[in-house]
């Protein structure tokens, strides 16, 4: 007796499609993302700070990453897609340095020099 029902069409595999496992790696990774792996007492003693020092230090690591330097140059450009200013970004240096997360070198004129201190 056949009353219309197929086991079939409840296959796992049609209801879920997955991606195929060959897919590269360029196909996965479209756009920008933050590579990590940041550590998570670093990232929370960043996150505990005032203002938009939060911003400051996860676009750190994003020239970080970027550069494969823990040593990079923080432009008032970079961090104006991360909706921070320049003054913002002077403070959450500051509040980074203080913290010990960071050390700045600056110079008059320039843009700073920035390295990331892992803890």
Known sequence: ???????????????????????????????????????????????????????VALALHHQSALKRSATVMLSNKQLAEFGVDRDAKRRGLVALENAGLVIVERKPGRVPMVTIVEL
């Open 1 to 55: 007796m056949r009353d219309g029902f197929d086991p079939a069409t409840l296959a796992f595999e049609r209801l879920l499609p997955f991606p195929p496992r060959h897919c590269s790696q360029g196909a996965r990774r479209q756009g920008r993302f933050l590579k990590g792996p940041i550590s998570m007492p670093w990232l929370e003693r960043a996150a505990r700070l005032p203002g938009r020092a939060l911003h």
